[in-house]
């Protein structure tokens, strides 16, 4: 089945887009929450999308919680086939929610369903990601297996071989995309993904002043964000102190379903669902079982077995 994995790749890249992009705004939204304030820290939560070409589809979805105060940030990645009731049509992923919510609409959507306030949306565009790893000088990684994949109506060209490579853009792209050559899917490439944006923080360390510069300029036209220049300034601070080594990331609780149209869904554990948000989005008051989505978006009740996942305690789910 499929989950892009934990995105904290194109997450964290984010993060640090934003971080090193000071003042390079589209969109801004002067009335947008500024963070929370509990137990003497404050919290600021990102929704992080990546959108891909041809059909602007969702195909990376990362809630990231910075605890402002203590300089750590936590990520929580939603699979893009999530099943969730954002629209009455029949195509209920939520990779096509911004499609039908707008960005805004999504970020709201998914404040209410989950019960914790999202304060910012981030939207990083394909193209811009390639062209940010070449800004950066590119990053060095363990690539864990030969990729080789091609999809000509996504002109999608996959080709690299295991081992220890310096990936340019396009190989980067490559390599977070690929797929269909790991036994798990989906699953497989968010566990790459998770490699990539830790090797992308770790070059982000290193960026010269011309670097910076050159990223800035990008962001102009590759990043859509909500943030305000006053907030933007603040938040570099901190994402260059919080520990890039050992981020807390995962990806939220749920199984693979095949729905009666034959196409794949994943579908959340309510259980599971309830526990990593008060550990990864660390909400006002920690959430009760009960709480958690209330009006039942994440369930398909007529559907047995998304209601099974649903309803099951988080320890009958198979182990990743």
């Known amino acids: ?20 992009t000071f003042s390079t705004v589209v969109g801004t939204d002067l009335r947008a929450i500024d963070a929370d304030v509990q137990g003497g820290d404050r919290i600021t939560r990102f929704l992080l999308l990546g959108c891909d070409r041809s059909s602007k589809l969702t195909d990376t979805i990362l809630l990231v919680t910075l605890n402002e105060t203590a300089r750590q940030a936590h990520i929580l990645q939603i699979p893009r086939d999530t099943y969730a009731e954002y629209t009455d049509r029949d195509y209920k992923k939520l990779n096509g929610a911004m499609n039908v919510l707008g960005e805004r609409g999504v970020k709201q959507f998914l404040s209410e369903a989950l019960g ?30 030969d990729m080789d994949y091609e999809d000509p109506a996504q002109g999608l060209k996959i080709h690299l071989s295991a081992g220890t490579a310096h990936l340019n853009g396009d190989a980067a792209e490559q390599f977070v995309r690929f797929r269909s050559g790991y036994v798990n899917a989906d699953l497989g490439r968010l566990d790459a993904q998770k490699l990539f944006l830790k090797a992308f923080a770790e070059q982000c360390k290193s960026l010269s002043v011309s670097q910076i510069l050159r990223v800035t300029t990008l962001a102009l036209t590759g990043v859509q964000t909500d943030i305000g220049l006053p907030e933007a300034i ?9 520990d890039t080594e050992n981020l807390p990331m995962a990806t939220l609780a749920g199984q693979a379903a095949k729905g009666k149209s034959g196409a794949w869904y994943y579908c959340l554990n309510r259980e599971g669902a309830c526990r990593m948000i008060n550990e990864y989005l660390l909400p006002p008051v920690p959430m009760d079982l009960a ?15 998304f209601h099974r996942i649903y309803q099951a305690p988080e320890s009958a789910l198979p182990v990743e």
């Open 291 to 305: 709480e958690f989505d209330p009006n039942g978006i994440f369930d398909r009740a007529e559907y047995l077995e």
């Open 116 to 145: 914790v306030p999202i304060h910012y949306f981030v939207i990083l565009k394909l193209d811009f990601f390639e062209d940010l790893v070449d800004a950066i000088g590119g990053v060095d990684l363990v690539i864990p297996q």
């Open 234 to 242: 603040r938040i570099v601070g901190v994402l260059r102190e919080c």
């Open 1 to 20: 089945m499929k989950r892009f994995s934990r995105l904290l790749t194109v997450g964290l890249a984010v993060l640090i887009i934003v971080s090193f």
